[in-house]
C-alpha cells in the first residue's frame, strides 16, 4: 500500500520555505519485522498540494486568475 501525501512548494524557487502542511496523515505503519525501521514511515510519496496553479477555464477572464 502506498501513502500519498501533500507538499507546500510556497509557489518560489527557493526550497528553504517550503514546508509539510498540517492535513498530511503521518505515520508510521505497523512494522512489518524486516527490522528496516525506514518502510514504515509514512507518506511514501509528496507531491504538490498547496495552492497548485491550474488553469481557470472562464473564458471570461483575462487569464490571469487560478483556481
Known sequence: MIAVGAWNVARSPDP???SWPSFN???P???DQDLDAADELKPDLL???VDVL???GDLGTDGTSWR
Open 16 to 18: 528553504d520555505d517550503d
Open 25 to 27: 496523515n503521518t505515520g
Open 29 to 31: 505503519r505497523d512494522s
Open 47 to 49: 507531491a504538490p498540494g
Open 54 to 56: 491550474s488553469a481557470n
